[in-house]
């Protein structure tokens, strides 16, 4: 693959390199629900890396990296679910900040 361009990229650009990643790798063939699945796992890992980095106790066996890293596994797998059902992240988050904008928040 092509290395990532040295800038900040936009959610479009993340959802079009995960889908040549997915080929290239070949997890395009991955069903929504395995992607989930493993979506829900490095959530998982996020929540020991937090722990980790706040001094938390975490079980000494677990392979835990950096916080970044597992950050930016959920955003592959988020973006490749997006990606399974033609979802514009961009957009959602647009289409969802209009519905907060109605809402009253505590």
């Not at 390199?17 to 997915?22: N, T, W």
């Not at 992607?35 to 835990?64: F, Y």
């Not at 289409?95 to 109605?102: G, H, I, Q, R, S």
Request: glycine share 4%; proline share 4%; charged share 30%.
């Amino acid at each position: 693959m092509e290395p990532l361009p040295d800038r900040p990229l936009t959610l479009t650009e993340i959802q079009e390199y995960v889908a040549r990643m997915e080929v290239e790798r070949g997890f395009s063939e991955h069903t929504l629900i395995e992607q989930a699945l493993k979506l829900a796992e490095e959530t998982g890992e996020v929540c020991k890396a937090v722990r980790k980095r706040a001094s938390l106790k975490v079980d000494p066996n677990s392979m835990i990296s950096g916080l970044g890293e597992e950050l930016a596994d959920v955003l592959i797998y988020l973006a490749a679910l997006a990606n399974r059902e033609g979802i514009d992240l961009s957009q959602a988050l647009r289409d969802k900040e209009l519905v907060n904008a109605t809402r009253t928040w505590n």
